[in-house]
Structures are given as C-alpha cells and as structure tokens.
C-alpha cells in the first residue's frame, strides 16, 4: 500500500517556518556586513577577520554533531525539539546584542571570537532542531519540499526585510555602519522570541517511538558508512563555499569594483526579492523533474551567472551590477531548501536500517557542513585579498587589486556551484525509492 501523507496546513506550514525569519535574518548580515563591519568599521586587520570567524566555525565540527546526538536523546513530555529551541532564544538574544551592538572600547580579537563561539551555538541548538523536526513533521516525498520550501520562503523573507534595514536608514540619512549593524541586531532581538511563541504553541510535536537495538558504537559505524549522507554534505560544503564567497565580498564589489556604494543594499535587497519570487519555481521543478534534477539546474545557473560577470563588469555600471544581481538571485533558495529535504529523505533510510529516528544527527552534520563551507570561504578569500592582491577595504586600491577582487568573487562563487553539483549526480533515493522505505517504514509501525 502506498504511504501518503495528507498536506501540512498553510497555518501550520507558516507557523512551523516563522522562526527560520529572525534566524535568517541574523545569518546574513554575519556572512554580508560583519566582516566588513569589524575589519572597515572597527580596525580589526582582514587577516584576523578572517581567522577568527573560520576558527569560530571550525568550532562546529565539535558542537554540531555532539548537539545533534543531544537533541535527538534528550526529549521532554512537550516532545523532541520544541524545549531545545525554547532554550536557543535567551542564547541568541544575548549574543545578537554582544556582537551585533558590540561597545567599540570593548571590541577585540578576542571578544568578537567569543561571542561569535556563543551566537553559534544558540543558533545551532535552534537550527538543528528546527530542520530535524520538519523531518519528522512531514513524511512524504513531495510533502518535505512543500514544507522546507516554505520554510525557505520565511528565510529569504528575513534576509529581505533585514537588509530594507540599511535602506531605509540610508533614505533617512543615516549611513555609518554602526547604525546599519545595530538595526539589523535589534530586528533579530525583538523578532526572536515573538516568532518563537506561534513554533512552540501550534506545530506539533511527537516522542520518539523507540530507541535502536544497535550498540551507540555500531550506530556510529552505520552513519559513517552511509554514502548518500557523505554526497549530500560534499555538495552543502561546497554549495555553501560558493554563497558564501558571494555574501563575503559582494559588497566589496558594488562599492570597490563598480563605484556605486549607494546602490549595494538596495540592490542586494532585490536579489533577495528574485529570491523569494523563483523560489515556488523551484519547488515546482523539484516535484516534477525529481530534487536532484532541479537542484543540478540551480547549481549550473548559479555558476553561469558569476561567470558571464567577469567580461561584462566596468566600474560604473549600474545597469550590469543590478542585471546580474537579479539574476543570480534567482537561484539563491534552491540549493538549501533541496539539499534539506533530501537529507529528510535520507533520514527515513537511515531509520529503517538503526531502526530510530536520528534527524537531529543528519541535520546537525548538514549544518556542519554549511559552516565550514562559509567559514573557509570567508577565510580563503579575504587572505587572498589582501596577501595575492594586496586589497585594502578602507584604502584607495590598485586596478590590479580591484580585479583581484572580482576574479576572487565570481571565479570563487562559480567553482563551488559546479563542483557542488558533482556528488549529486545519479543520486539514486528518488521519489520512487523513497516511496518504497516509507511504506516499509509504515508497515513496521
């Protein structure tokens, strides 16, 4: 017999995604404006931006997984994941305002690596247990895109409104950084714990049916065996290299390469509006050519895209900067949201083999993995910068050095989309195999 899932909601749908807002809205300015903001705005060195925010993520290999393991073990009569995010929000309200609200007498390298150590693991403890439950929230194939396609639309929906911030504040007159970080960190304060209430108040919840025969030692042995999860976050790693490549140094670009600082936030804020536009296209594409087909699609676009740029881009020109700001835009959900549900799907594979639901682990590697991916490319491109093309971001440059920056942007960008797309060739957990566990997984219920 078929297993089919009846569809999710819209109140549950948006009730369940709202939370992802403010965490989005947090996660951008991060990999957009606070490398900027602490190297530009606060006098820390590149290098030592750089350092620090890959030694921050790097952080994550440790607490990811250990929290993944947590999160899945340790449950509550309110169920698996609500009180694991209940907990995130004082951590992240606390850190958003140490590090996005930072007292300029007390910034430091130290500092900002210690509070940045402490935003991410609010974050993650948030992240890991908001995807692990949409996991368990929705079964079907078709019925995990809808919702992490949603899930998704919230995201770029944060991302868009947090940068109208510095927008809106330029339309006002008020231009310095400080301004711009700080009301981007009072959007995520405030918005917190108020789109946390609806999560935790109306999306349900369940226990754990069971726990695994399997020895924590073999339990081990079988998630590190499991191919298809090591595809998954080869291609997260370096889809999120890629974008982050991008989110690091296209500010650098429009206000460096092309000369038009005032068109940077507005602009950016457009590619998130593509974002949010195309995403129902790429839900839609998912369903009828299969996740991997579509997310191949994105992956080649997104590459494209960075590399027409190179030939066409002139100091100047607005009309190249926005045309390729949009349409790069267009492809910014579809890798995460694809990549999140095929890791769903995985976990039901998974579960049929250790016989427990262990989502929270897989998504907790899968966040890993982005990180590492932002991390080093943060990394990896400011160091060549500044070290390979002696780049200054508070400082007239060399035309040699503003090349440097759009080479290190679009090549950067492009070869982590296409090399991103390779593991996920002939990905073979489809819908019909899918189909298959799910119904061995209901006929074991």
């Not at 991060?30 to 820390?44: D, H, K, N, Q, T």
């Not at 440790?62 to 073990?73: E, F, K, N, S």
């Not at 250790?354 to 998504?363: H, I, N």
């Not at 061995?440 to 219920?445: G, I, N, T, V």
Request: contains cysteine; neutral net charge; aromatic residues 12%.
């Amino acid at each position: 017999m078929a297993f089919m899932q009846q569809p999710l909601k819209p109140f549950t749908l948006a009730a369940y995604s709202g939370v992802a807002l403010p965490m989005a809205a947090m996660g951008m300015p991060i990999a957009v404006y606070l490398p900027r903001f602490y190297s530009e705005g606060l006098g820390l060195s590149l290098i030592t931006v750089g350092l620090i925010f890959t030694l921050a993520r790097v952080w994550d290999v440790v607490t990811d997984p250990a929290m993944g393991y947590l999160i899945d073990r340790f449950e509550t009569r309110w169920g698996r994941r609500k009180h694991w995010i209940a907990l995130a929000v004082p951590i992240l309200v606390v850190s958003v305002y140490q590090v996005f609200i930072p007292s300029q007498e007390d910034v430091s390298g130290g500092y900002l690596l210690f509070w940045l150590i402490m935003l991410y693991v609010g974050y993650t403890m948030m992240a890991i247990s908001h995807q692990s439950w949409g996991a368990e929230l929705a079964d079907s194939y078709d019925e995990r895109t809808r919702l992490f396609g949603w899930r998704e639309i919230f995201v770029i929906g944060g991302m868009t409104i947090v940068l109208a911030l510095p927008a809106l504040l330029e339309s006002t007159g008020i231009d310095d950084q400080q301004s711009k970080v700080a009301s981007m960190g009072w959007f995520c304060i405030i918005l917190f714990p108020l789109l946390a209430l609806p999560t935790l108040a109306f999306v349900p919840d369940k226990r754990s049916s069971g726990r695994s025969a399997l020895s924590i030692k073999a339990q081990f042995s079988l998630l590190m065996s499991n191919q298809l999860m090591w595809r998954l976050l080869a291609a997260d790693f370096l889809a999120g290299f890629g974008t982050a490549v991008s989110g690091a140094l296209y500010i650098f670009v429009a206000s460096k390469y092309f000369e038009l600082p005032g068109h940077a936030s507005l602009a950016l804020l457009l590619y998130f509006v593509a974002s949010f536009l195309a995403m129902p296209l790429w839900m839609k594409l998912a369903i009828k050519l299969g996740k991997a087909q579509a997310l191949t699609i994105a992956l080649g676009y997104g590459a494209l895209i960075n590399l027409i740029l190179i030939p066409l881009a002139e100091p100047g020109n607005a009309v190249v900067l926005w045309c390729f700001t949009l349409s790069f835009g267009v492809a910014f959900g579809a890798a995460p949201t694809l990549l999140r549900t095929m890791m769903a799907d995985l976990t039901d594979l998974d579960e049929l083999d250790s016989g427990e639901k262990r989502a929270g682990l897989f998504f907790a590697m899968l966040t890993t993995t982005k990180k590492l991916g932002a991390a080093v490319a943060v990394g990896l491109s400011f160091t060549i910068l500044e070290a390979v093309f002696a780049f200054q971001p508070a400082a007239e440059n060399s035309e040699a050095a503003l090349q440097g920056l759009l080479w290190t942007y679009a090549i950067g960008t492009a070869a982590g989309l296409l090399l991103a797309a390779l593991p996920v060739i002939n990905y073979p957990l489809n819908r019909a195999q899918h189909q298959k566990i799910r119904n061995q997984l209901d006929a074991r219920a």
